[in-house]
């Protein structure tokens, strides 16, 4: 695959948006947590998703330049409408709200409805523990994304429904855990069929219910089922996920019934804590420190090899990219230069700068 400059790749993205409605402001809060996806090793929630966005934005799943609403508001409790725009954009004001009440309370939780496609959690429990705040989230898909079966079953009943923890650390990066219950997010099936690569076996099922590693067999009609991580397990996380994203935030659950079936829906419940209203933060980040240092003193099954913490690969991952370049494959590129001449986005400018 070819390698492109982040930064102009990131300017690419932009003039997209801007073209395609989104003030310049809007543009860049989107292209900018995509291109980061990207630096991460996230492909799956990176660039690859500029098309989608764009034909949701045409169907009218996507309202450009929406400003989010905070409906309920029980202080340390905030349920915030997103009214369809992007999701990145309300999810960035929802946990610009919710540090600034966790800072001052100890705790918020904060409860996102009616957005669209909410991006990389681990990027928001990033920005949150920056700020020196522990978060959880989870989320889930009221319309669009019903994909994973549940435990004993053939067919599809949740959407991928990701979780994510993130925790400060003293001196040093956040650790950050972020995974999707399903043993693989519907975006890595995107992009090992944009590759032309088969999955592992046990991953995904076709139409009919039977086991494919075929990428393509998940995507045909009738829509195939991703398998949930950990067996019953992930099953029960996938269900408990509903419940606390979907139903609780009143986004409602994933289901094909929904009002806005099968448009493309997501919410999050975060909950956002302050460990000075814990232990202190002197004696929490004392020990998260021992913590890391005492896993990272773990002796490594393969000899020359870090034993790596929650977030590490995605940090390593960063640091190459931004060095060596963004790899994308060849139809990707393709699907991009589509929408851009769509939007007449001149190409040129920057393709021939950022192939390497």
């Keep these: 695959m070819m390698k492109y400059d982040p930064a102009l790749l990131e300017k690419y993205v932009i003039d997209i948006f801007k073209a395609a409605g989104s003030s310049k402001a809007e543009a860049h809060i989107v292209a900018e947590?995509?291109?980061?996806?990207?630096?991460?090793?996230?492909?799956?929630?990176?660039?690859?998703?500029?098309?989608?966005?764009?034909?949701w934005l045409r169907k009218g799943w996507i309202t450009p330049n929406r400003v989010p609403k905070v409906i309920k508001d029980n202080g340390t409790i905030l349920v915030i409408d997103g009214g369809l725009g992007y999701g990145q954009v309300t999810a960035k004001d929802a946990m610009i709200l919710g540090a600034d009440r966790a800072k001052e309370s100890g705790s918020c939780i904060v409860a996102i409805r009616n957005t669209t496609h909410l991006g990389r959690l681990g990027a928001w429990a990033e920005m949150l523990a920056k700020q020196g705040l522990l978060s959880l989230h989870f989320a889930n898909s009221s319309g669009f994304g019903i994909r994973v079966a549940p435990y004993g079953g053939n067919q599809a009943r949740f959407s991928t429904n990701p979780i994510c923890i993130g925790s400060p650390v003293k001196s040093g990066e956040p650790v950050i855990l972020d995974?999707?219950?399903?043993?693989?997010?519907?975006?890595?099936?995107?992009?090992?069929?944009?590759?032309?690569?088969?999955?592992?076996?046990?991953?995904?099922?076709?139409?009919?219910?039977?086991?494919?590693?075929?990428?393509?067999?998940?995507?045909e009609e009738p829509q195939g089922a991703v398998l949930p991580i950990a067996?019953?397990?992930?099953?029960g996380l996938a269900f408990m996920?509903?419940?606390?994203?979907?139903?609780?935030?009143?986004?409602?659950?994933?289901?094909?019934?929904?009002?806005?079936?099968?448009?493309?829906?997501?919410?999050?419940?975060?909950?956002?804590?302050?460990?000075?209203?814990?232990?202190?933060?002197?004696?929490?980040?004392?020990?998260?420190?021992?913590?890391?240092?005492?896993?990272?003193?773990?002796?490594?099954?393969?000899?020359?090899?870090?034993?790596?913490?929650?977030?590490?690969?995605?940090?390593?991952?960063?640091?190459?990219?931004?060095?060596?370049?963004?790899?994308?494959?060849?139809?990707?590129?393709?699907?991009?230069?589509?929408?851009?001449?769509?939007?007449d986005v001149t190409i040129s400018k920057y393709f021939r700068k950022i192939n390497k």
């Design 33 to 55: 947590h995509l291109l980061d996806a990207n630096l991460v090793g996230h492909d799956s929630h990176g660039v690859i998703r500029v098309t989608h966005y764009i034909s």
């Design 241 to 343: 996920i509903e419940i606390l994203a979907g139903a609780f935030s009143g986004g409602n659950i994933g289901h094909p019934d929904n009002p806005t079936a099968p448009q493309v829906e997501n919410n999050m419940l975060s909950i956002i804590i302050n460990p000075d209203k814990g232990s202190g933060r002197d004696v929490f980040g004392m020990d998260v420190t021992r913590l890391i240092d005492w896993t990272k003193s773990c002796r490594p099954v393969t000899k020359g090899e870090d034993v790596l913490l929650p977030g590490e690969r995605g940090q390593k991952t960063r640091k190459i990219r931004l060095k060596q370049g963004v790899p994308l494959d060849d139809l990707t590129i393709a699907e991009l230069g589509k929408v851009a001449t769509s939007l």
């Design 231 to 235: 067996g019953p397990k992930g099953s």
């Design 179 to 219: 995974m999707s219950t399903a043993k693989i997010p519907d975006g890595k099936i995107l992009v090992a069929a944009n590759k032309g690569e088969d999955l592992p076996e046990g991953y995904i099922l076709d139409g009919e219910g039977k086991s494919t590693c075929d990428p393509q067999g998940f995507f």
